[in-house]
Nanobody
Framework: QVQLAESGGGSVQSGGSLRLSCAAS????????MGWFRQVPGKEREVVAS?????NSRYTDSVKGRFTISRDAYNLSLQMGSLKPEDTSTYYC??????????????????WGQGTPVTVSS
């Protein structure tokens, strides 16, 4: 089993910044790609960003240039800047068993964090 403990969500005004963190514990040897999803009520959970063990990262188009994902072994962070109201969502830390983050898709996730809410007001 792997436990993912998230922290750092909250409320901020448009244009502001927040930093999310996720600490993995337990049987971390199964972890390959790590990353973040987000979900608003009534919509599907979507990929935000992911990062491989070697530091290679990927971002969804809507956050490129504004968000930065980083990783130190099994500790994950997401630095979010220039936040917009449309970034309002619950953010979930997630891991797959695949080394390559091209496989970072919802159906490949083996462990999820509990979710942390982010609210951006205009």
């Amino acid at each position: 089993q792997v436990q993912l403990a998230e922290s750092g969500g909250g409320s901020v005004q448009s244009g502001g910044s927040l930093r999310l963190s996720c600490a993995a514990s337990g049987y971390t040897g199964v972890i390959g790609c790590m990353g973040w999803f987000r979900q608003v009520p009534g919509k599907e959970r979507e990929v935000v960003a992911s990062i491989e063990r070697n530091g290679n990262s990927r971002y969804t188009d809507s956050v490129k240039g504004r968000f930065t994902i980083s990783r130190d072994a099994y500790n994950l962070s997401l630095q979010m800047g220039s936040l917009k109201p449309e970034d309002t969502s619950t953010y979930y830390c997630a891991v797959t068993g695949y080394v390559d983050c091209r496989n970072f898709k919802r159906h490949n996730v083996i462990y999820w964090g509990q979710g942390t809410p982010v609210t951006v007001s205009s």
